[in-house]
């Protein structure tokens, strides 16, 4: 993620990673015209400390 894009996102409300890991391809393609790939990689990559916390509560 760049700088613009952060800014942008922010403008339509999208201000913490959970708020970006929360939404949807399709979502976040209506606020930017990114490439689906990398809209999907972004929101994967946000979700990333769900699955780490589910790994270690399944550990415990």
């Known amino acids: 993620m760049d700088e613009d894009l952060a ?13 970006l890991a929360e939404m949807a391809v399709d ?3 209506e ?7 990398k809209a999907a990689s ?11 916390d589910a790994e270690v509560q399944s550990d415990a």
């Open 7 to 19: 800014f942008r996102l922010a403008t339509a409300g999208v201000i913490t990673m959970d708020d």
């Open 27 to 29: 979502e976040l393609l």
């Open 31 to 37: 606020i930017d015209a990114i490439d689906p790939d």
């Open 42 to 52: 972004l929101i994967m990559k946000a979700r990333e400390p769900w699955f780490a």
